[in-house]
């Protein structure tokens, strides 16, 4: 990973984090300091990113996302799996997007599940915008579980999902 200016990442070759496993993988953006700014994955892929944990809150690759000026382009996830138990805001890529923007991004095959805004893509949507993105990964949780994005008061375009989902109240392919 190259830093090119100040917040600005570019991803410059495949990751495996097979060597992370449980809660060992440190979560990018939280509620007390949110990602905010730029990471381009460079058309690469990061693969086997496995975190699991009893109680979760805000986990995907980057946890919480919260600028208008916050951007994820063009990175691939490949075989992913996400169990959070009982937590919630829980996606491959993104647990809570607020602010910001993914484009150009993807998780195949994997798994996410947990209890509350579970997500292919992104758990929660609560103003970003995803765009030219999809989901092939198996989804499953209780309430607002959706293919690519589990709860969206965003905005989604040009995007799909094709894997499994399965849940108790609101739930969804897209």
């Known amino acids: 990973i190259v830093c090119d200016l100040d917040k600005h990442f570019k991803l410059m070759a495949d ?3 097979g060597g992370f496993t449980g809660t060992s993988f440190n979560i990018i953006g939280s509620t007390g300091t949110p990602f905010t700014g730029v990471f381009d994955g460079n058309g690469h892929t990061i693969s086997n990113f496995t975190y699991g944990s009893t109680r979760a809150n ?3 690759l980057f946890g919480y996302i919260n600028d208008p000026n916050a ?3 063009n990175l691939g996830l490949i075989d992913s799996n ?5 937590g919630d805001k829980v996606g491959l890529l993104v647990g809570y997007l607020s602010d910001g923007s993914i484009t150009g991004c ?8 947990g209890y509350r805004y579970i997500g292919g893509l992104v758990g929660r949507n609560w103003g970003g915008t995803v765009t030219n993105c999809y989901a092939t990964a198996s989804v ?3 309430q607002y579980i ?3 994005v589990g709860y969206n008061r965003g905005t989604v375009s040009n995007s799909y999902s094709t894997g499994s989902v399965s849940g108790t109240t609101n739930v969804g392919g897209l």
Do not use: H, P, Q
């Open 15 to 17: 990751i495996d984090l």
């Open 58 to 60: 805000n986990i995907g």
């Open 71 to 73: 951007r994820i382009k």
């Open 82 to 86: 996400i169990d959070v138990g009982t």
């Open 106 to 113: 993807y998780a195949e095959a994997g798994s996410v599940s």
């Open 140 to 142: 499953s949780g209780g």
């Open 146 to 148: 959706g293919g690519l």
